[in-house]
C-alpha cells in the first residue's frame, strides 16, 4: 500500500477521484485541504529541541506530523494565501494573510523531503514562468512562436507593427472580471494598434504578444511520469474557438493523437530542463504538419480529456504513477481501468456533501469586480 | 472590436464577455473542464 498526500481544496475534482481511484486500488490517499487553515486547521513547527525540525497539522479530517510516512507527494493545488474571517480588523487582515502565507510556504519546505513529489517543489515556480518555459523549449529543441513580454509601449507597437494582422495577445495569469450580468475572462486574442489603451495605461501592465500561428488542430499533451497521453483538439471547427480552444467548451471534439517521435522526445528534454514529472503541454500543428510549442501547464487539469473522450485513459494511469511512486511506472490500457465516468458522481457528491460543510472554499484567485 | 474604455487595460479591453449560462453549459456542469478554476462559473483552466 502507498501513501499518497495531496494538496487541494474541496471543490478539485481532480484530487477528489484521484484519491477515490487510489482508495479502490487499496492505497491510502489523505486530502490536505489547504484553505482549512488557519480558521479550522493548526500547524506547528518546533526547531531546538536537538534533531530535525519537528512539525505536525491538523484539522478536520486531517492529522499528520514529521513523523507520518508519506510515499509521494501530489503538489496539486496547495492552497498558500488565507481565507481570514470578513470581521477581522482590515490593517490586522493584511498582515495576519502575509504571515500565513509565509509561514506555508515555509512548513511546504520541510514536509516529506524523501517523498517521491509530483512535481518537486523547487521545480514549480520556474516551470510555472511562461518565459522560462519558451526559452527551455526552444533549447529542447522546440519551436516557439515570435515573442515579446513587455510593457514598453514604444516597442509593443513595433512588434504590432512587424506582424500587422497576425498578432496575438495573452496574459500571464488568466483573469474574470465580474460583470453585473455574466464576467468577461481573459483568452488568447488578436490585438492591433488600435486596440491598445492609452500609453500610460498600456505600462501599467505588462503582457504576452506573439505572431500568430495558423493551426490545422491543436495539441494537449498529458506526460505522466514516462507516459505520455496525446490527445488531438479539433479546435479549427469552431470559428469562436479557433484563437484559443477554452472557448469551445464542451462542443470541443477530442481525439487520440500521435505525436512524431523527435517532438515528443524534445518535450521530454524540455521537463527534464524543467524538472518536473508531470505536465500538460500545449501545442498547435501547423496546415503544413508543423509542431509549434504554446505553453506548460504545470499542475494543468486532465480528467477533462477523457470526460469529453472515453477513449482517452487518464484517471488511471496518473493514479498508477501515484500509486508506484515512480515516474518510470507500469501501465496497461485493460477494461478494468478506473474510469471518469464510473467515479465522477460519487466525486461530485461528495463535495457538495461532505466537503462544503467540513471545509474552508477556495478563495478566488482570478475573479475581480469590473 | 467592441468600446471598452481606453483606460481600462489591455487583458481588460480584449477580454471575451460570457455570460453565466454560457459558462455553465461550458463545461456540463462538470469541474473536470479545462477551466477548472474560475469563479462562479464554476469552472474554466489552464
Known sequence: MTRILIATYPEDIHATMVAAGLEAR???????????????????ISIGDGGEAAWEVSGPRLRMASNSAFDVIWHRRPVIEPVLPDEMHPGDRIV????????????WQLIFPGAFWINPLGSRQRSNAKLVQLQEALAAGLTVPPTLCSNDPARIRAFLDRYAGR????PFYPAQWRKQEGS???????VCRNDLPDDEVLRLTPGIFQQRIAKRHELRLTYMGDLLVAAKLLSQEIPKARLD??????DLR?????VPAEVDRACRRLLRRLGIVFACLDMIVTPEGDHVFVEVNEMGQFLWLE?????LRLLDPFCEMLGQARRDFTWRRSPDNLRFADLHDAAMAQQREVFARVHVAKPSYFSVPD | MKKVDKKRILGRRLAADITAE?????TGGSPSNCMGDYDDVDYISY
Do not use: M
Not at chain 1, 96 to 107: T, V
Not at chain 1, 254 to 258: F, R
Not at chain 2, 22 to 26: E, H, I, R, Y
Open chain 1, 26 to 44: 487499496g492505497h491510502q490517499a489523505v486530502l490536505w485541504q489547504g484553505a482549512d487553515f488557519p480558521t479550522r486547521q493548526q500547524a506547528s
Open chain 1, 96 to 107: 495576519a494573510s502575509r504571515e500565513c502565507s509565509i509561514f506555508n510556504r515555509n512548513l
Open chain 1, 167 to 170: 498578432a496575438i495577445y495573452k
Open chain 1, 184 to 190: 468577461a475572462l481573459t483568452f488568447t486574442s488578436t
Open chain 1, 245 to 250: 480552444w477554452k472557448l469551445a467548451f464542451t
Open chain 1, 254 to 258: 477530442v481525439l487520440p493523437a500521435e
Open chain 1, 307 to 311: 470526460e469529453l473522450n472515453a477513449d
Open chain 2, 22 to 26: 454560457q459558462l455553465k453549459s461550458a
